[in-house]
């Protein structure tokens, strides 16, 4: 059995001397058979020399170990007169001294793997003091310390107790003498101490130790007890079929596993006698377990456990050999696959390639780019087809893996696929673009009128070409939707872009091709995508154009909008002249200040005022509410918004010039009307529901059914299952004659739920009222307030006119007395005012003397007064020259105690000789 199970591993080489003819023989068919076939207690040859293994034997064969130690000794003193002193030294272990004989040695730590007798393990030393005491016993010719795990502290590594930079914790290497001690393991192994190289020490295991006391603390020296293995009986029947059990697992994993097999052939070269211990050594030495399943094996003594704890790690080891065969078959199975059928593709792709089915990469493409410009070869300009010829001719001589193919075959793309020469027909029905214009927008007459002025331009020329359109104004007036309503109306196709922020001249004339990833500019991404030549770009936020370390994108869109020169309009990446004179260009603004005189000269510019109350009321009971009522789901019979609502909500919370805020507190509106109803068991949905139609109980000869509802069904007095079935028969029984009567009569107990079911219904259609005075629950309170705080304006109280970012507002003026006496003529100013509104109520203050002296001359009140002058709301600041002529009627309404007309607002800037100039603000 012994002899079938070694036979597997018969792959490994071993260097053996010649031993007698047969047994030789065998030898070299299986070197695993001559490793553990001296587990019958034979002992082998290696290198032409008796080698001894460095662990002791046995209590029952000590007579014999001793007399082969002495065999061992003389046929050493016979090969040393005949060889060199070298090839003297190839024994494994030195016969004088004993490693038995130390009994005390240095305590080497082993971080990561128990040292077992007969293997080799390199470590590295960094206390040079360790170091050097290592050295010095190598040179006394007493090579040998022992070798003991570090145990393991709960939550560290096991080569370092906490943070090296820590004071309290240090390496396992910092450790001295009984810190270090408490941290090693009891049992270890004596081991030599074969070379030095640096920091690095190369130790062969011997013999197991265990560590009795300390003798010296720096470097670790331990007295240690050298240990046997408990005697056991070489035939038992337990120990046998152990060791055949871990025999045959070593030989499955040696299958499978190359590592497995460096360590056998080189444990191999090396082993002298070979018995049940060593073999429970080898297979815990090779075996990939946890370290400490490998100390276990070490502290055993007992040659029966020893063997059972190495059987259990061989067989894990085993099966981890099985699952990374398996592993490693299935991926080799998957790789090959995809080799086939690559290969088959391949050879598909030439069987079709010479049957003329197929054609390879390039040409498909070059078929393709073909056709595309094949449709426009017509209308394509000359230039641009002798730029794609060239470049379909250089994409055939390039190779496909190349990075130029791609930039190539990316270029032909983008030439082929512009619409060269397609243009939409243009519509230049006055009339149909008037209507579109009203449908989409309420009001802005004067807008309206200059697009239409626009179109029948465009229709006597019979192209709309030649004007750059620039929309300025507030935001939420519909700048944006009158282009979208534009393009519309003459039939063309609608792009935006916005221009907000940009600050790359790469994003409007594109990028070389040689940069990597580079792309066309906006103009040619917009023609990609509309697939005509003249469509309506719209350039929104032109405005708030960037400025960068790119360049400055508002000169390059001068090429672009000049109508002389975008006829010829070159992008970087298609360095082809493209003609984008039919393209209908419209711009957005809300200031026009920051727009380039360059740029806004090539512009016509069309204001677009705020909208006024009237105008808001109209766009948000036509559109407004319409739309966000049908977005809701709401239907208008289960809602009323009242006009005074209406109003209210715009003169409270919308004052801005456009109607998106507007928009917004209207869905606000209609959300919580929506919560309402749901709340209330309002569903718009339709109602489902299920009517049963069975026989009647005492059927007529019309065949009479009865109307059964779901709570019948569910009714819990019909409990019985088969009255249940018998029921759903019934159901599934009516006949046709019976549903075409007359006579269908309904159940007496169903007449009160009919008459809740009508109540609902109803309760469901009851509307929603939203007036002013419930206004502030839908849309909370007033954000502005009611600008008139006076009835009657009193006297020195006059209304100004203001402009502020909302639109326009009225502003009081309050002029007072604040001492009297001859000579006291002053004025005082508060109120936030800028510089130019102080000089401003000077200027009012000096001409208002000076029409009082020339209306009044005996009214001294002027000369004898010292004024205040305040504008209410002194948390704002304001400023500007135009409260002038405001500011001379308080004073004069103040000195001639006359009061003002209470609805009257006046605004203007005055002069020192008191005429009134147009408004600056």
């Known amino acids: 059995m012994l002899r079938a199970a070694a036979a597997a591993a018969a792959a490994f080489p071993a260097r053996f001397a010649a031993v007698p ?25 290696v290198m032409g020399r008796r080698a001894r293994f460095c662990s002791s034997s046995s209590g029952s064969d000590s007579e014999a170990a001793a007399a082969a130690a002495a065999e061992a ?98 390496t396992i290497d910092s450790l001295k003498g009984k810190e270090l001690l408490k941290r090693l393991h009891e049992v270890g192994t004596l081991a030599q101490i074969t070379s030095i190289q640096g920091d690095q020490v190369v130790l062969l295991g011997h013999r197991r130790l265990r560590i009795t006391e300390m003798v010296e603390e720096d470097p670790l020296t331990v007295k240690v007890d050298h240990l046997k293995e408990n005697t056991y009986n070489k035939d038992d029947d337990v120990i046998k079929a152990t060791s055949f059990e871990v025999i045959s697992t070593l030989r499955e994993v040696l299958k499978t596993s190359s590592l497995w097999k460096d360590h056998v052939q080189t444990y191999i070269q090396h082993v002298g006698d070979f018995n049940y211990p060593r073999l429970a050594d080898f297979g815990a030495a090779i075996s990939g377990a946890n370290k400490l399943l490998c100390q276990e094996v070490l ?41 086939r059928r690559y290969l088959l593709n391949e050879q598909l792709k030439a069987i079709k390639k010479e049957l003329g089915l197929e054609t390879d990469d390039k040409t498909a493409l ?15 300009p000359p230039h641009v087809l002798q730029v794609i010829e060239e470049e379909l001719t250089k994409l055939q001589l390039l190779e496909a893996s190349s990075s130029e193919f791609n930039v190539t075959r990316n270029y032909l793309d983008w030439l082929t696929v512009l619409p060269w020469g397609n243009y939409s027909n243009e519509n230049f029905d006055v009339h149909h673009a008037q209507q579109i214009l009203d449908e989409d927008h309420y009001g802005l007459s004067d807008v309206k009128e200059r697009i239409l002025e626009f179109i029948a331009v465009g229709k006597l020329r019979g192209t709309s070409q030649g004007k750059i359109i620039c929309l300025s104004g507030p935001p939420g007036v519909g700048k944006t939707s009158i282009g979208r309503s534009i393009a519309r109306a003459l039939n063309r196709q609608f792009y935006r872009f916005s221009v907000g922020g940009l600050a790359d001249v790469a994003e409007i004339k594109g990028h070389r091709r040689t940069y990597v990833g580079a792309m066309p500019g906006k103009m040619v991404q917009c023609l990609k995508s509309v697939g005509t030549a003249n469509p309506l770009v719209l350039i929104d936020e032109i405005d708030k154009l960037g400025r960068g370390h790119s360049g400055d994108p508002a000169s390059a869109l001068l090429e672009l909008l000049d109508p002389e020169q975008n006829i010829n309009f070159l992008d970087h990446y298609l360095d082809v002249p493209i003609d984008l004179s039919k393209v209908l260009f419209v711009c957005t603004a809300n200031v026009i200040d920051t727009i380039p005189n360059p740029l806004l000269d090539r512009m016509e510019i069309i204001s677009i005022a705020g909208y006024i109350t009237d105008e ?60 309402q109803l749901v709340r209330q068991g309002v569903s718009n949905e339709p109602a489902l529901e299920a009517v049963i139609v069975t026989p009647s109980v005492e059927p007529t000869d019309g065949g009479s059914a009865t109307i059964v509802k779901d709570e019948e069904l569910n009714d819990p007095a019909v409990k019985d299952p088969e009255e249940a079935k018998e029921l759903s028969l019934k159901e599934t029984l009516v006949t046709e004659p019976a549903l075409s009567t007359d006579t269908l009569s309904t159940p007496e107990g169903n007449k009160d739920t009919d008459g809740v079911k009508e109540e609902a219904v109803d309760k469901a259609v009851k509307k929603v009222l939203i007036d002013s005075s419930n206004l502030d629950d839908f849309v909370g309170k007033p954000v502005f307030h009611a600008e008139r705080i006076y009835e009657q304006t009193p006297v020195g109280v006059v209304m100004g006119l203001a402009w502020t970012s909302m639109g326009g507002s009225t502003l009081y003026i309050e002029t007072t007395k604040v001492e009297e006496g001859e000579g006291k003529g002053a004025l005082v100013m508060t ?51 135009s ?31 008191g005429r009134i100039l147009p408004i600056g603000g």
Not at 90 to 104: H, Q, W
Not at 148 to 161: A, C, N, Q, W, Y
Not at 366 to 380: L, N, P, T
Not at 885 to 912: F, H, N, Q, W, Y
Request: proline share 5%; glycine share 6%; aromatic share 4%.
């Open 616 to 675: 808001k009321m109209h766009i948000a009971r036509d559109y407004l509410e319409k739309n966000t009522r049908e977005a809701c789901g709401i239907k208008p019979e289960q809602v009323e918004v009242t006009d005074a609502a209406l109003l209210a909500l715009i003169e409270n919370y919308c004052r801005e010039a456009g109607v998106r805020n507007l928009q917004k507190q209207i869905e606000k509106i209609y959300r919580k009307i929506a919560l």
């Open 21 to 45: 003819a047969v047994a030789a023989a065998e030898e070299m068919r299986s070197p695993l058979l001559r490793v553990f076939g001296s587990l019958r207690g034979g002992r082998s040859s």
């Open 883 to 913: 409260a002038g002529c405001t500011m001379i009627t308080s004073m004069l309404s103040l000195a001639m105690g006359k009061p003002a007309r209470k609805d009257l607002a006046m605004t203007g800037e005055v002069t020192l000789t």
């Open 831 to 881: 109120g936030q005012l800028g510089d130019v509104m102080k000089e401003s109520a000077q200027i009012a203050h000096t001409v208002s003397r000076a029409i009082l002296r020339d209306r009044e001359p005996d009214n001294q009140f002027f000369a004898n007064s010292k004024l205040h002058l305040h504008v209410p709301a002194g948390a704002t600041p304001k400023d500007g020259p």
């Open 366 to 380: 070059s078929e393709k780019f073909r056709e595309r410009i094949e449709a426009k070869k017509d209308k394509c």
């Open 299 to 339: 502290e055993e003594l007992d040659v029966d456990k020893r063997l059972k704890l190495t059987l259990e790690l061989v067989k894990k080891d085993m099966e981890i050999s099985k699952l990374q065969q398996a592993i490693a078959k299935a991926i080799e199975e998957k790789i090959s696959g995809d080799q």
């Open 73 to 170: 000794k003389a046929e050493d003193a016979v090969a040393a007169e005949g060889e060199a002193e070298g090839k003297a030294s190839s024994a494994i272990v030195s016969t004088n001294p004993r490693p038995e004989d130390f009994l005390s040695v240095i305590a080497l730590p082993l971080p990561h793997r128990p040292l077992f007798p007969g293997f080799y393990m390199p470590i590295y030393v960094k206390d040079q003091k360790l170091l050097q005491a290592l050295i010095e016993n190598r040179k006394r010719s007493a090579p040998y310390a022992g070798a003991f795990l570090v145990k393991d502290e709960e939550g560290t590594d096991p080569s370092i107790v906490a943070s090296p930079d820590s004071s309290d914790n240090k």
